[in-house]
């Protein structure tokens, strides 16, 4: 889960396994996988070290591997 910040200046926690985009347009724009849009003040750099940061705590960052990949 992680902190960001509305428009508005409200805050609330998104699951970040939810994501499916982040766009600058300029607002930082978060496109879910149910394809609602967020708009958000975090920059997408935020955005995105958010997200590496959450994988990191869970233990699923760099554990991605091919379909088929059974070399681990």
């Given at each position: 889960m992680m902190k960001?910040?509305?428009?508005?200046?409200n805050s609330?926690?998104?699951n970040?396994?939810?994501i499916e985009q982040v766009q600058s347009l300029p607002d930082t724009t978060i496109?879910?996988?149910?394809?609602?849009k967020l708009l958000v003040k975090d920059s997408e750099a935020d955005v995105s070290d958010?997200?590496?940061d959450y994988y990191k705590q869970?233990?699923?960052n760099g554990k991605f591997y091919?379909?088929?990949d059974v070399s681990e």
């Open positions: 960001l910040t509305r428009l508005n200046g609330f926690t998104l970040a396994s939810m496109t879910l996988t149910s394809g609602k958010l997200v590496t869970i233990g699923l091919k379909a088929g």
